[in-house]
C-alpha cells in the first residue's frame, strides 16, 4: 500500500489509472466474482495435484463442482429432471432470467450496496460475461471428465465411508 501511495504522490499516471480501475464499481464487481468463482474450482485443482491417491473422491468432487455452477446459471426445472452428464450448457433456453445469474455472495451484496452508480446497461453486460464464463468453465469441465465414466464411478466405492458402511452402487 506505501508503494501505491507513493506511486500516486510522484504523480504517476500509470498508478493514477490503477486507481481509478480499483475505484470503479464494474471492476469491484469483477475482482468479487472471480475470487468467488476461482475459490471453488482451486479448490478441486489442488485436491486434483495432491500427492495422495484421489481417485475415489474425484468424481464426487468434479460433479459438486460441476452441479455448483450449473445452479448458478441454469433453470433448476432442468437441473431437477435431467441427468448431470446430459445437462446441455449450450442452451440459452435452459439458462435463468439474467437478474437471477448467481454471482456470489459478496458480489451480490455489493451490487446491492452500489446499485444506483452502477449503469444498468453495465450490470447487464455484467451478468452475460458472467453467465459466458460459467458456461465456458462447465464446458471445459465436460470435455475433460466424463461424469458417467464407470470407471470413476467404480472407484468411487473404494472412499472410506463407501467401503465401510456400504451403498456400493
Not at 475459490?39 to 486434483?48: G, M, Q, S, T
Not at 453486460?125 to 468453465?137: G, K, P, Q, S, T
Request: net charge positive; aromatic share 12%; glycine share 2%.
Amino acid at each position: 500500500m506505501k508503494a501505491v501511495r507513493a506511486a500516486i504522490e510522484d504523480n504517476l499516471p500509470s498508478a493514477k489509472t490503477i486507481l481509478n480501475a480499483l475505484n470503479n464499481p464494474i471492476y469491484k464487481m469483477y475482482l468479487l466474482f472471480l475470487a468467488y468463482v476461482f475459490e471453488l474450482v482451486i479448490k478441486v485443482n489442488v485436491e486434483l495435484q495432491s500427492e495422495s491417491p484421489k481417485l475415489p473422491f474425484l468424481l464426487n468432487r468434479i460433479t459438486t463442482l460441476y452441479k455448483k455452477l450449473l445452479r448458478s446459471f441454469k433453470k433448476k426445472d432442468v437441473l431437477d429432471k435431467t441427468r448431470i452428464h446430459k445437462v446441455n450448457i449450450n442452451c440459452p433456453g435452459n439458462y435463468v432470467i439474467i437478474e437471477n445469474l448467481y454471482v456470489g455472495a459478496k458480489t451480490d451484496a455489493f451490487i446491492k450496496l452500489k446499485n444506483e452508480n452502477i449503469a444498468k446497461e453495465e450490470l447487464h453486460n455484467f451478468r452475460v460475461r458472467i453467465l459466458d464464463l460459467y458456461a465456458e468453465i462447465c464446458y471445459q469441465i465436460k470435455k475433460r471428465f466424463d461424469l458417467n465414466d464407470s470407471h470413476l464411478k467404480y472407484a468411487s466405492n473404494f472412499t472410506p465411508n463407501i467401503a465401510l458402511y456400504g451403498s456400493v452402487w
